[in-house]
């Protein structure tokens, strides 16, 4: 019995191009999805290391534990709460002729 040495070749044919295509969608989409996803994977590590702890190593929180939890989140609702300044409208400029220079 031969024993096959290595992928067959439609793989191989297929594997750089696909190699290529990984690499090329993470060297530019994975810091977009980094900048986009940062502060909200760091809003979220307190709570789940109090949910891991209680879980996993059986520890209670403390009251302070709690509360700093809940300073997260209320952080985290006030900054994605709408804002203000983003619903006004710019004055537009008039272009009329009516402008004269200064």
């Keep these: 019995m031969k024993e096959s040495a290595g992928p067959s070749g439609s793989v191989a044919r297929l594997a750089a191009p696909a190699c290529i295509a990984v690499?090329?969608?993470?060297?530019?989409l994975g810091p977009?999805?980094?900048?986009l996803l940062f502060a909200r994977m760091l809003s979220i590590?307190?709570?789940?290391?109090?949910?891991?702890?209680?879980?996993?190593l059986a520890q209670?929180?403390?009251?302070?534990?709690?509360?700093?939890?809940?300073?997260?989140a209320v952080a985290v609702a006030i900054h994605q709460q709408p804002s203000l300044h983003t619903?006004?409208?710019?004055?537009?400029?008039?272009?009329?002729?009516?402008?004269r220079p200064v």
């Design 23 to 28: 690499g090329a969608l993470f060297h530019y």
């Design 32 to 35: 977009a999805f980094a900048v």
């Design 45 to 56: 590590l307190p709570a789940s290391a109090t949910v891991i702890g209680l879980v996993v």
């Design 60 to 72: 209670l929180p403390t009251v302070h534990d709690l509360f700093g939890v809940a300073l997260v």
């Design 87 to 99: 619903d006004r409208e710019e004055p537009k400029c008039s272009t009329s002729g009516s402008a």
